[in-house]
């Protein structure tokens, strides 16, 4: 453990209004990285008790210095990141991104680790010069099928986040014809109701183009088939590392309401599990989790070792006014190149 910088998880508060899945998510994460280095964490919006807050530390300068100085910050709430990595200018920070899409730049001293290969490949174009790393969400072990002799619900919906067209179209159609449970809110032991379920029905796309921001990871869909459900899923953004129709799911809103219920109710009269197996969740099971964890948290280590003694001029990074440059370089020399081809024709002409 000595060999590694001790990691300040920064979080808006615990509780109340920020109490989400990307709240658990984060802090899942600070619990498995406690097996590999020191974690904290650190609220800087709404006051926890027995937790550190981020103002106190950067009023009191000698303090910050003392804790954060001589650790890692960790960012990772969307809508914020900017504003906080301004703030930790001269403290090491790392960006843990779950959505994508929120329009800020990093500079390329932040490394960027991401929850999925989507948010990866978002990353890898806007931040060329910035190191990168995957590192996806786990699935908890309580998250598998228990093999019950009977799924007495047929089709399972949670309402967070569910399309107009699944909440007003799909389900009514669906209740006339087989039961269907609608989860509202906090479920406290959902692999239990995810086991009884035959069917699960995720359409988020609606959701995250209204933010504006993507789909990080999905957890619930994964969730779900690993505890033995047939999801009929979209596939926006994170939704693809895993989901593929045809294969270990469905593809939710194709084409007509008939056809989605022609294929939804042929699942529930003739129930079989999902194609996934155990060896394909392995790469969302804390072991590997924890190892590719302990990997990127020894690189990025040697990588602020090297910040902290060194002089480089770090590569230029893809900003809005290098790309307006690069743009402008290159139409120029469309140009040029257009005016030499026609005096070169005139020529031969004359």
Not at 97 to 110: E, M, R
Not at 211 to 231: D, I, K, R, S
Request: charged residues 20%.
């Amino acid at each position: 453990m000595g060999e590694f910088r001790k990691l300040y998880f920064l979080l808006p508060g615990l509780r109340g209004r920020y109490a989400c899945g990307g709240l658990w998510a984060e802090l899942k994460t600070a619990q498995i990285a406690q097996e590999i280095c020191d974690t904290a964490i650190v609220t800087y919006r709404q006051r926890e008790p027995d937790t550190l807050f981020l103002g106190d530390l950067l009023k009191h300068r000698s303090q910050g210095a003392e804790t954060l100085g001589r650790g890692i910050t960790v960012v990772s709430w969307g809508f914020d990141v900017p504003e906080l990595v301004r703030k930790l200018q001269p403290y090491l920070t790392l960006y843990h991104a779950h959505s994508s899409a929120y329009g800020f730049w990093l500079p390329p001293q932040v490394p960027i680790v991401t929850v999925s290969r989507n948010t990866l490949g978002y990353w890898g174009q806007r931040a060329p010069s910035s190191l990168l790393y995957y590192l996806p969400n786990e699935i908890s072990p309580e998250f598998h099928n228990r093999h019950l002799p009977q799924r007495t619900i047929d089709v399972l919906v949670q309402a967070r986040k569910s399309s107009s067209y699944l909440l007003q179209h799909l389900i009514p159609a669906l209740q006339s014809q087989c039961r269907v449970d609608v989860l509202q809110g906090f479920v406290e032991d959902l692999p239990s109701v995810f086991n009884q379920a035959k069917v699960y029905l995720y359409d988020s796309a609606e959701y995250w183009a209204i933010q504006g921001v993507t789909e990080g990871f999905g957890l619930q869909p994964l969730e779900a088939m690993a505890c033995g459900c047939q999801v009929f899923s979209s596939l926006n953004h994170g939704l693809s590392d895993y989901l593929d129709p045809g294969f270990n799911s469905h593809k939710i809103g194709a084409y007509s309401l008939n056809y989605d219920l022609q294929r939804i109710l042929a699942i529930v009269q003739h129930y079989t599990p999902p194609s996934l197996s155990e060896t394909q969740l392995a790469e969302y099971r804390r072991p590997n989790i924890l190892d590719r964890l302990s990997t990127i948290l020894t690189e990025i280590n040697h990588y602020f070792d090297y910040l902290q003694h060194t002089n480089d001029r770090p590569i230029a990074p893809l900003s809005p006014q290098r790309i307006l440059s690069l743009r402008w370089q290159r139409n120029w020399q469309k140009l040029k190149k257009g005016i030499g081809n026609r005096d070169w024709e005139l020529k031969i002409r004359n």
